[in-house]
């Protein structure tokens, strides 16, 4: 066993803990590993430029832009702000609650593709969230605007995560299974995401608890000191 | 039928607007970074047919149009384009005149493309589909993207060419972020092919103690949020850590039930996906996206939820794999 590759990991830690360029330290460690594997300069070269080819999916992002911008300049982050200020029960911790909800039960019917960092948190939840926060806490400060808008995004990537292992089709079920199928145990996709469904709960109480933690933060800190 | 290599031509065209954009305004680092992703987008289905026929000089060209655009990145020399505040007056007052009419388009996307994903069976006429057969989400997307913009086009009343200056705008506000998540994806492939996943698994094999239920459940799940948070990936990890740990450990030698270990294991792997900036695409582009000035602020508001919902897990795997 050749355990020098594992310098790469190594350099990705050292680089991200460095604070370095991200794209750099990738880059940087994906040679670090191919050197001490012993492969050739070229050979690094075409190994990275296909793996990075066979990956574009994650770009795919850059096709809401178009819409996402035209919706911006058009003033869609602040009238979402407006509509939210003007809805008297809706709190920040409700607001992101539902929407996590929403992510979750969306998730476990498979359909993820609703809702997302760029789609959704960008020009909707995030100024929403901004909006109705203000209501507990008139006097926002740009640190705790930032904490909430970080919180949004946080909210999105639970939702997500905790949602979609329920549903039988999703890759991660599938993966399992397959996985199992290779090492000669036989499983239904169901007998594997049912066991998704304890976690699911969980992590909506606990995200939910800390929503409500952080919003009761907020108001304290409004609160003129006695 | 609306093939792959279509979307990606599409997303290169919205890539390469970006370039001319940046090389009409002289911003030349930026003009050359999107331009270069732009050509490996437009020109990837080639790249990989090149290398399968055995001709490496294209996927070498590619690794090399990578290593620039991460020492373009590295080097400081990509212009953030500034937040143009200047026109919030506008905004506000196009805000007050359009109102709810702006939500349409935004929650076209999402709609269009889940209404597309779900019809994908039903749209085939005989031999020809509309989506190629088991890959409906990408194209369903790029239809959904397509609507949308026609139809915010129609309700802003403004002319395509804007649409691809917003794209624009955002791109050099996002910068190389963007394009962290397929490079990660890309190192995960290299870690593959140089056997840093089989080091890592071997090094685990010889530091457990096997007799114990206990310490087997919880060097499992340990084992998948550290490998987790080193390769961004919880898909990545769990071949490796459950080949490792969990089928001979758990399941062969204690008796656990697999399908929790395999649900669970997973589930116990996505915490650490939230505590990874290795995880660019939902812990770094949010951050950029939202305009946080601390890259780590998406990972440090969802890290408590993270780690007390890890130990939930492993709770709860120790007890319902011995049930």
Redo the contacts between chains.
Sequence with gaps: ???W??L??AA??AG?AAR?????V??A??FV??F??G?PL?D?????????????????????????????????????Q??IAGLYYMSLSLLLICYMALRQILGALG?T???G????????I?PMAEAAARKTAPGLDELQR??I??????T???GL??GE?IFIAF???L??QT??TA?G?H?EPL??????I??AI??FV??AL?IVVFQYGLKRDAEPRA | MIALSYVWWLAALVLGAAAVFDLRARRWANALFWALIAIVFAAGDAILAADKAGNRLPTQLAGAAVVLMALLAGSGLLKRATVGDGDAEARTASAQRLGHKLFGPALMIPLVTTVLFLLAPYLVAGDWRLFPAGNATVPALALGCCAAVAFALYVTRSRPAQALRESSRLLDQLGWAVVLPMLLAALGGVFEATGVGNAVSALIGQFVATDSRLACTVAYGLGMIVFTVIMGNAFAAFPVITGGIGLPLLIRQHGADPAVVGALGMLTGYCGTLLTPMAANFNIVPAVLLELRDPYGVIRGQALTAVLLAATNITLMYFLAFR
Excluded at chain 1, 20 to 24: D, K, R, Y
Excluded at chain 1, 63 to 78: F, K, M, S, W
Excluded at chain 1, 117 to 124: E, G, K, N
């Design positions: 066993m050749n355990y590759p594992l790469g990991v990705v830690v991200f370095l360029n991200p794209m750099l990738v880059v460690a994906g590993s191919g001490a594997a492969l070229a690094q070269l075409a190994l990275l430029g296909k793996s990075f080819v066979a990956t574009r999916a994650p770009l795919l992002i850059v096709l809401t832009l178009p819409v996402v911008g035209l919706l911006e300049h058009a003033g869609l982050r602040e009238h979402a407006r509509w359909l593709s609703i809702g960092h760029a789609q959704t948190v960008r020009p909707l995030a930032e904490r808008r970080a919180l949004a995004a946080a999105d990537n639970v995560f905790f292992d890759g991660a079920v993966l399992i996985f199992y090492n145990i499983l007998s594997i995401a049912i066991w998704a304890p976690t969980a992590a606990i995200h800390r």
